[in-house]
C-alpha cells in the first residue's frame, strides 16, 4: 500500500471529525455506534456512506485518510478484516505524524487487544463490555473524538400532556411500524411482554394501551428511551424526543 505524504494532491482541510476503520463482519455493531455518534452531532467517515458504487475502496480510502481529526479502530470477536488492516497502517502513520487521537474500540464480547496488535495498547482503549447502550462508553468514544469531555446533565423529567401523548403515539407508529417490531423492542429494551401488558384490536390501538401503561407505571420516559435506542435513525422518534427536552 503505497504510504501517505504531505506532498500528494490530496487536500490537507479536515472535513471529517472520525474515520472507522472496521471489520465487515462487524458492520452492524460499527453502524450502530455510527448512529450514536451522528446523533451527539459528530461527522463520521464510513466507507458505506461514504463510497459511491463503482469506486476503488483503497483509493477512496487513502483519500480519506488525510481529512480526518481522528481515527477509530473497531475491534471484535473475529478480529481485523482484510481492508481494515490496511487502513490500519496508514491510519496510524497519519495519527503519528499529525499527532491526532487513534482510538482502539473493542466491541462486545472482547476483552482485551489481540497480542498481534500489541503497538495499541500505548493508547487508551474503550471497551463496550456487554452491549452497545453503554453510555459512559459512547461518552469516551465521543471524548476521544472531540478531545473533550462534557460534563455529566442532570437527568430531565419529562412532562407528558394529551397533545404530546397524541405525538409519541405517532412516533411510536412511525419507528414500530408493526406489532411484531413492537414486541420485540419491549421484551429487548425494557423486559416485558407486549401482549401481557397492551392488546388491542389492531396495532394503533395496541400502541395506545402500551403508552397508557407506561403512564400508568411511571415508565413513560423510559419508553421513549428505549423506542430511541432502538430504532436511532427514525427522524420521527428524535424529532419528539428533541421537542420533550427542549432541543
Given at each position: ?18 474515520f ?70 496508514s ?68 412532562w ?65 428511551i ?8 427514525n ?13
Open positions: 500500500m503505497p504510504e501517505i505524504s504531505d506532498t500528494q494532491a490530496q487536500p490537507e482541510t479536515e472535513e471529517f471529525d472520525v472507522l476503520a472496521h471489520n465487515s463482519a462487524d458492520k452492524p455493531e460499527v453502524r450502530a455506534i455510527a448512529n450514536q455518534l451522528k446523533e451527539r452531532g459528530i461527522k463520521i467517515w464510513l466507507d458505506e456512506e461514504q463510497i459511491p458504487p463503482g469506486r476503488s475502496f483503497q483509493d477512496e480510502i487513502q483519500k480519506a485518510i488525510p481529512l480526518v481529526k481522528s481515527a477509530v479502530i473497531f475491534i471484535g470477536l473475529k478480529g481485523l478484516g482484510k481492508w481494515q488492516t490496511m487502513e490500519l497502517r491510519l496510524t502513520t497519519r495519527c503519528v505524524e499529525k499527532d491526532i487521537p487513534l482510538i482502539p474500540v473493542l466491541l462486545p464480547g472482547v476483552t482485551q487487544l489481540p497480542e498481534k496488535l500489541v503497538f495499541l495498547k500505548e493508547y487508551r482503549w474503550v471497551e463496550f463490555s456487554t452491549n452497545l447502550d453503554d453510555i459512559q462508553a459512547l461518552n469516551n468514544l465521543v471524548w476521544g473524538i472531540t478531545q473533550t469531555q462534557s460534563s455529566p446533565q442532570p437527568p430531565t423529567e419529562l407528558f400532556n394529551g397533545e404530546r401523548l397524541q405525538q409519541f403515539h405517532k412516533a411510536l407508529l412511525s419507528g414500530f411500524p408493526t406489532t411484531a417490531k413492537l414486541k420485540q423492542m419491549i421484551r429487548f429494551k425494557l423486559d416485558e411482554n407486549l401482549d401481557a401488558i397492551a392488546g388491542g384490536a389492531n396495532h394503533s390501538e395496541v400502541v395506545s394501551n402500551l403508552i397508557e401503561w407506561a403512564n400508568a407505571e411511571g415508565r413513560l420516559e423510559e419508553l421513549l428505549a423506542a430511541r435506542k432502538d430504532n436511532l435513525g427522524p420521527d422518534l428524535r424529532r419528539f424526543d428533541e421537542q420533550m427536552r427542549g432541543g
